[in-house]
């Protein structure tokens, strides 16, 4: 009974590639995140939707492409794998009637070569 | 815009000593503030959170916060930490709007290290 779930767990590509990262939860949340987390386990948010409307879309490459094909469903495609784009990926998920208590999957590790 | 400051980047406490750790927010209206742990190769787990009302917040394992609002801080104790609390501890802070789809804002951790 997982709440919020990411697959993969690892993932390790070349440079150039393209990879995509899988979100899901079943908390029944209508808020869903990504957030990237650095090698100095700093956490900065990415992107964020709302009943799958993109509310938040910091400054990220436009490599970065969030796609929510409903509420419970969150994918972060990316494009063009470039070696700082390695980090965790972590997403999240709350809802808009609460008060931003956001609950994190556990990780996605990417390993750019 | 919001900020935190967890000033300390390490701490080192013996086992069955008390803990605090701090943190310092920066937030123009009322904040919604968070504690969140990160056992290694682990997602983020939700130790408490302060919305309103009482500013001593208890939460899982152990751990309270006290919000001050004078001094915009929210910094986490525990009376005794047992060796399984060595992790990283992030403070964070949302938008006090009630809701809609604003990030967190988290500091930048404090590592906790328990000696035998």
């Known amino acids: 009974d997982t709440a919020v779930s990411q697959t993969p767990k690892y993932l390790v590509t070349q440079m150039g590639n393209d990879k995509s990262i899988k979100c899901e939860q079943n908390?029944?949340?209508?808020?869903m995140y990504w957030y990237k987390q650095d090698s100095k386990k700093f956490l900065k948010i990415m992107f964020s939707?709302?009943?799958?409307?993109?509310?938040i879309n910091e400054t990220v490459p436009n490599r970065f492409s969030p796609k929510s094909p409903d509420k419970a469903h969150l994918n972060l495609h990316i494009n063009s794998l470039e070696l700082g784009d390695s980090a965790v990926y972590f997403c999240a998920s709350s809802s808009s009637t609460g008060r931003n208590e956001q609950f994190f999957g556990p990780g996605t590790r990417l390993t750019v070569l | 815009a919001q900020s935190v400051t967890q000033p300390d980047i390490h701490i080192t406490v013996s086992e069955g000593a008390s803990l605090e750790l701090r943190c310092n927010y920066s937030?123009?209206?009322?904040?919604?503030l968070f504690w969140y742990v990160q056992s290694p190769g682990q997602g983020l787990q939700l130790l408490l959170k302060y919305f309103s009302g009482d500013t001593l917040v208890q939460g899982i394992k152990g751990f309270e916060a006290e919000f001050k609002r004078s001094q915009s801080s929210f910094n986490l104790r525990k009376p005794s930490v047992h060796w399984s609390d060595a992790a990283e501890y992030f403070c964070?802070?949302?938008?006090?709007?009630?809701?809609?789809?604003?990030?967190?804002?988290f500091g930048k951790g404090t590592h906790l290290i328990i000696q035998p």
């Open positions: 964070a802070v949302g938008a006090g709007s009630g809701g809609g789809a604003d990030g967190l804002t």
């Open positions: 939707y709302n009943n799958k409307e993109l509310i």
């Open positions: 937030y123009g209206a009322t904040p919604y």
């Open positions: 908390l029944g949340h209508d808020t």
